[in-house]
Each structure stands twice: as structure tokens, then as C-alpha cells.
T-cell receptor
Framework: DGGITQSPKYLFRKEGQNVTLSCEQNLNHDAMYWYRQDPGQGLRLIYYSQIVNDFQKGDIAEGYSVSREKKESFPLTVTSAQKNPTAFYLC?????????????FGSGTQLSVL | AQSVTQLDSQVPVFEEAPVELRCNYSSSVSVYLFWYVQYPNQGLQLLLKYLSGSTLVKGINGFEAEFNKSQTSFHLRKPSVHISDTAEYFCAVTDRNFNKFYFGSGTKLNVKP
């Protein structure tokens, strides 16, 4: 079955440590997105990529980095510069212009600080 | 840029009662509108979407929403809710190029027996 796989489901970060969240899709979607979810604040866009080897900052990109070396993969690194990383992180993908415009979501990664 | 406002952070309702979850958006361009549902510790699932055509959109699980351009609203309704509808609901908007999706802050629907 096609879908989006996020791993790990739970992740813990120590002070000063960088951590990487994995997102893989086998839907052959061109666009991929990373959102951060905090209680009561909805989803906020961190980074998005509409094509391989290209990505743009979203509304809260500071302290995060991404890469898009392959169409199916869009990993997110939470760097030590992100001082408040505890949140639920959601990866999504879409295939605009194909008559089924919507976001497909992974099941999320809960990141906590030790 | 677009933005979405969900004024109700929580909506308590008794089982089998009707419910309306409110969503208002702002945009200087034509938009597409969506409602997503999120169950605890899971990703979001699409309930319904408005792209064009009829302003009354029917989705899964008996939900429907009406696009009102003059009031810039896209309220979600269900005539009779079930315990299993307890979840958080998000309204979202994107422009016609699908460059970005903007989400509201969410409404937690709590269905009581």
C-alpha cells in the first residue's frame, strides 16, 4: 500500500544535540512538507519542497534544516539552535495538478527534550 | 498569503446531537478549502475538500461543509454525531498553485454519551 512513513514514532533529544526525523513516501508525490504541531496552535509549516534538490522555508524554519536528494525522502534535522523543540512533527506530501489535490500525512514523530 | 481562523477551540456535544465547527479564512486570491480530522497521536486524515463547483461538499463519516464566499467561511456540519467522532478537526486553505497549506488552530470535538 502507498503511504508516508515517519520514523521514529518517539524521539528524545539531549541539550546541544542535533536529531534527524525521517520521512519516506512511496506515492510518487512531487511535493513534501514538514509541519510542527503544538497544543492549541494547529500546524505550522517548517519547510516544504516541490521538487527534488529544491526546498523553501516555511513560517518557522529557524533551528531546522532539510534535504531533498531523492523524490521519496525528505528528512528533517532539528538542530541545537532550536531552543524549544518539544512538539509533534508531521510530514506530508501532495501531487498538485493531478485532480486529487490534498495533503497526505504520515503518523507523526513526537520529539521530547531530556 | 492566506490565513484560517477556527474560533472554537473546544466543542462539547451529546451523542446524536447536531454539530457545527466554524472556519473562516482570509485570502486575496481564490482558494481551495479542506477539513481534516486527527485522532490522538496520529496524522491527519482528509474529511472533505472544496475545489470548485457546488458549494455544499459532502465528505466521509457523514460530514458536510458549505463554502460561503461572501462570508469567507467553510463551516463543517454533521446532523447526528457519534462517540467515535471525538477528535480534533482542522480547517485548511491553499491557493490555486498549492504552494502552501495553511491550517487553523484546530477544534476539539468531545462527544459525550
Amino acid at each position: 500500500d502507498g503511504g508516508i512513513t515517519q520514523s521514529p514514532k518517539y524521539l528524545f533529544r539531549k541539550e546541544g544535540q542535533n536529531v534527524t526525523l525521517s520521512c519516506e513516501q512511496n506515492l510518487n508525490h512531487d511535493a513534501m512538507y514538514w509541519y510542527r504541531q503544538d497544543p492549541g496552535q494547529g500546524l505550522r509549516l517548517i519547510y516544504y519542497s516541490q521538487i527534488v534538490n529544491d526546498f523553501q522555508k516555511g513560517d518557522i524554519a529557524e533551528g531546522y534544516s532539510v534535504s531533498r536528494e531523492k523524490k521519496e525522502s525528505f528528512p528533517l534535522t532539528v538542530t541545537s539552535a532550536q531552543k524549544n523543540p518539544t512538539a509533534f512533527y508531521l510530514c506530508a506530501s501532495s501531487l498538485p495538478g493531478q485532480g486529487d489535490e490534498k495533503l497526505f500525512f504520515g503518523s507523526g514523530t513526537q520529539l521530547s527534550v531530556l | 498569503a492566506q490565513s484560517v481562523t477556527q474560533l472554537d477551540s473546544q466543542v462539547p456535544v451529546f451523542e446524536e446531537a447536531p454539530v457545527e465547527l466554524r472556519c473562516n479564512y482570509s485570502s486575496s486570491v481564490s482558494v481551495y478549502l479542506f477539513w481534516y480530522v486527527q485522532y490522538p497521536n496520529q496524522g491527519l486524515q482528509l474529511l472533505l475538500k472544496y475545489l470548485s463547483g457546488s458549494t455544499l461538499v459532502k465528505g466521509i463519516n457523514g460530514f458536510e461543509a458549505e463554502f460561503n464566499k461572501s462570508q469567507t467561511s467553510f463551516h463543517l456540519r454533521k446532523p447526528s454525531v457519534h462517540i467515535s467522532d471525538t477528535a480534533e478537526y482542522f480547517c485548511a486553505v491553499t491557493d490555486r498553485n498549492f504552494n502552501k497549506f495553511y491550517f487553523g488552530s484546530g477544534t476539539k470535538l468531545n462527544v459525550k454519551p
